[in-house]
């Protein structure tokens, strides 16, 4: 090999906020307070705050390497937290704060965390698990007012005498950042390690046009929290681009998010369905209320988007829904469902199609499918098999090296979710492999008949699971949550699908509930429905 003559210079966050803070010194965080006020900083100020934070860690010890935790909603000193520790060679470990607290503790104990960033307002969730993890020096309670309580040192008052200035190390582009772990539905939750070099070209590569198109002149909202999966790469994708960051703190209700993004004329904003289907309810009952006028796109990803939803934002309102697929160990994103070139002379419904399908692969970033042998399977948008990819920004190993068994031999990571690729590429999920209803030997996709049924006007959201049955093994059973004040019947909802599927995938049963159960990170808990009402078609024998 001849080698290049270009300079080797690391990929690090360092470059990304030091370039933020020099070209883009004026440019907002806003992040809305417990109280409801918003706080105000720039990309300046973030910049100076993350040196005297830094500073301030290495002089409580916090050295190369060490964990530091963060147990917060999603504000500006988060963000500070995101860069002065990874650029002082520390790693940045985002605690998600909806799991239960022994979980908690179990992945704090795990990474061995040295410290904690807490909000005050976690405190007493903080207060459950702490003490079960030995390897925590300090914690540090990130609040305006109130008094610390006894052991615990205070954000402000800690960084409040340290410069404004770090020399901050020359890092190896390859040195850990992040870590977050994966919500562990499945076994133990598992660490995932993201490296300066991932964030930065998974940060890059998402930003491009035909991805999450970020520019300069956006404002981006991630209600995504920023311990759900690296908050899907936003707060560094906004500082490579230098855009304004709006951060919506604890209030996550449609009405408090509509009126940030009204208020601040966000372009961006990116969060799981659930958010959008009651951000759309809200909207469909009160069409004028708010100025959305600058809202150029709403990104979905975390669960399946319904094309109901994307299509009443579109129809009803004017707004532009992206909908991606990522996991936690792909930093997160892998696909995004633009419409191609290729793809643009397709008829309207196969143009909703795209658009409602997890989306092709982004550059560098490879996707195929397996049967249960390993064989690849082929790109004919029918063949179903388990969604396996590698890239720069895929994990080659979890902390710990545990779940080895989730990589094949060739080195490609195991998704879990079971899909279809079509001749453009793009990947449709049918289920999660562990959600999979099997009828008699033969597959029948949850995805698509929630998708089905959320498209009736009297359903808010319906979750389709494995009921087990004598004869068929397993038959679906669809789980329902009406719109307000709307109601329909089992055989009117059956019918409204039936056009669209072969009759054995129609549901056996039905339950009405008040909401579905949910994870952490906001998907539809299937094992929670199949424990509650798995059992209800025992006995039964099949209809015809
Ligand atoms: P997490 O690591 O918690 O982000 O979960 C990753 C999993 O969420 C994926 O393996 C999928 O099962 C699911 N997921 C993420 N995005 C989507 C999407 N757009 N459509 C359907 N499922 C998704």
Redesign the pocket.
């Known amino acids: 090999m001849t080698p290049g003559r270009m300079m080797d210079f690391p990929l690090t966050l360092t470059h990304l906020l030091d370039r933020a803070r020099r070209l883009f010194p004026r440019t907002e965080i806003v992040s809305r307070q417990p109280d409801g006020t918003l706080h105000r900083q720039t990309w300046k100020d973030t910049y100076e705050r993350s040196c005297k934070l830094a500073h301030a860690l290495a002089r409580l010890g916090v050295k190369d390497g060490d964990r530091v935790a963060t147990l917060a909603w999603n504000h500006n000193r988060h963000l500070e937290a995101y860069y002065a520790v990874p650029m002082m060679g520390a790693i940045v470990h985002t605690l998600n704060l909806r799991l239960h607290p022994t979980e908690i503790g179990y992945i704090a104990r795990h990474a061995e965390d040295a410290a904690i960033l807490v909000d005050r307002s976690l405190l007493p969730l903080l207060n459950q698990f702490v003490a079960s993890v030995p390897s925590v020096r300090q914690v540090i309670v990130m609040a305006d007012d109130g008094p610390t309580p006894e052991g615990m040192l205070d954000y402000e008052r800690l960084l409040e005498p340290e410069a404004i200035e770090y020399d901050w190390p020359r890092l190896d582009e390859n040195a850990a950042a992040t870590i977050c772990y994966?919500?562990g539905t499945t076994g133990n939750p598992k660490g995932v390690v993201y490296s300066h070099r991932s964030n930065v070209l998974h940060a890059l590569v998402s930003s491009l046009p035909d991805e999450a198109a970020l520019s300069n002149r956006d404002a981006v909202l991630p209600v995504v929290p920023m311990f759900?999966?690296n908050c899907w790469g936003f707060a560094h994708m906004a500082a490579a681009v230098g855009c304004k960051l709006v951060f919506p703190g604890p209030k996550l209700d449609p009405e408090s998010l509509l009126d940030l993004m009204a208020g601040e004329g966000v372009t961006i904003a990116a969060g799981v369905p659930t958010i959008w289907i009651g951000i759309l309810a809200q909207l469909d009952a009160h069409p004028k209320r708010w100025d959305l006028s600058r809202l150029r796109q709403m990104n979905v990803?975390?669960?399946?988007?319904p094309p109901s939803m994307i299509e009443g934002f579109e129809k009803r309102h004017g707004l532009f829904v992206l909908?991606?697929?990522?996991?936690?160990?792909t930093n997160?994103v892998g696909t995004m469902a633009r419409l191609k070139q290729d793809v643009a002379d397709a008829s309207p419904e196969e143009r909703m199609s795209y658009r409602a399908s997890?989306g092709y692969p982004l550059p560098f970033f490879e996707t195929r499918h397996t049967d249960d042998q390993g064989r690849v399977l082929p790109w004919d948008g029918a063949t179903m098999g388990e969604l396996e990819c590698r890239g720069p920004w895929v994990a080659a190993s979890y902390l710990g090296d545990e779940g080895k068994d989730r990589w094949s031999a060739d080195g490609w990571f195991k998704?879990?979710?079971v899909v279809t690729i079509d001749a453009a590429g793009y990947v449709r999920?049918t289920d999660?492999s562990k959600d999979v209803i099997k009828s008699g030997g033969e597959w029948i996709s949850s995805v698509a008949l929630e998708n089905a049924l959320m498209s009736h006007p009297c359903v808010l959201e319906a979750a389709v699971f494995a009921g087990r049955h004598p004869k068929w093994d397993e038959r679906p059973i669809a789980a329902i949550v009406w719109k307000k004040d709307k109601r329909a019947t089992e055989a009117e909802l059956t019918q409204h699908i039936a056009g669209d599927f072969a009759k054995f995938w129609m549901p056996d049963a039905y339950v009405f509930v008040e909401q579905i159960p949910r994870t952490s990170?906001g998907?539809f808990l299937k094992t929670r429905l199949r424990e509650t009402y798995g059992a209800m078609l025992e006995g039964r024998p099949k209809k015809t």
């Open positions: 994966t919500s759900h999966a990803g975390g669960a399946a988007a909908h991606a697929w990522g996991m936690t160990e997160p997890q998704t879990g979710d999920i999660r990170t998907k």
